[in-house]
């Protein structure tokens, strides 16, 4: 069974910084599209950041120059270096993996909050 588990969350303040991890098994994590979503309270999921098989990169609006997205193939893992963190930024963080829009996985959900 194809599991995707994030972890790394928790409280932060605003100003700090966090790294979300997802560690992917089962699957050939470098044939996949990473992304990371977040749900706030209340809001719709958003689309965080996005790397390609080939590690190419893309990010919402709201995060550029804060979040960095990143890969390491060898060890099936996806992660997300957040920065200058702001209270918005609270959240559940989803890890998932897609493939030519077939294959499609996600995570459990690591919670972020940032609050001083």
């Known amino acids: 069974q194809v599991q995707l588990v994030e972890s790394g969350g928790g409280l932060v303040q605003p100003g700090g910084s966090l790294r979300l991890s997802c560690v992917a098994s089962?699957?050939?994590?470098?044939?996949?599209?990473v992304n990371w979503y977040r749900r706030a309270p209340g809001k719709q999921r958003e689309l965080v950041a996005t790397i390609s098989s080939n590690s190419r990169t893309n990010y919402a609006d709201s995060v550029k120059g804060r979040f960095t997205i990143s890969r390491d193939n060898v060890k099936n893992m996806v992660y997300l270096q957040m920065n200058s963190l702001k209270p918005e930024d609270t959240a559940v963080y989803y890890c998932n993996a897609n493939r030519e829009g077939k294959w499609d996985y996600w995570g459990q959900g690591t919670q972020v909050t940032v609050s001083s």
């Open positions: 089962r699957i050939t994590f470098n044939l996949y599209v």
